[in-house]
Nanobody, 126 residues
Framework: QVQLVESGGGLVQAGGSLRLSCAASGRTFSMYAMGWFRQAPGKEREFVAAISWSADYTYYPDSVKGRFTISRDNAKNTVYLQMNNLKPEDTAVYYC???????????????????WGQGTQVTVSS
């Protein structure tokens, strides 16, 4: 079992930055690939970023590529999402999630993740 707790959300103006953190506890954090997803009201959950257990590989959709950066510190059992040049369309609840590296589904698919945090709200004003 892995418990995930997100923090760092808030209200920011367009063009601003936020850094989200996701602290993990339970089973060995470094065994898991980690992902960030978001969900806006009335919309489906959307893939935002993922990072392999070793941090050798990162993945982003085109909508955030060049603006968002995922990283992890296995010594601190924490994964981060640095978000720069935020836009109003980035407004959503952001969730971190953990999955095994060997899961057959691509990182962008939420069904491949076994553990989820409770989410943190990010609101970007125009």
């Amino acid at each position: 079992q892995v418990q995930l707790v997100e923090s760092g959300g808030g209200l920011v103006q367009a063009g601003g930055s936020l850094r989200l953190s996701c602290a993990a506890s339970g089973r060995t954090f470094s065994m898991y690939a980690m992902g960030w997803f978001r969900q806006a009201p009335g919309k489906e959950r959307e893939f935002v970023a993922a990072i392999s257990w070793s941090a050798d590989y990162t993945y982003y959709p085109d909508s955030v590529k060049g603006r968002f950066t995922i990283s992890r510190d296995n010594a601190k059992n924490t994964v981060y999402l640095q978000m720069n040049n935020l836009k109003p369309e980035d407004t959503a609840v952001y969730y971190c999630a953990a999955r095994t590296e060997s899961h057959p589904l691509p990182y962008r698919i939420s069904g491949g993740y076994d553990y989820w945090g409770q989410g943190t709200q990010v609101t970007v004003s125009s």
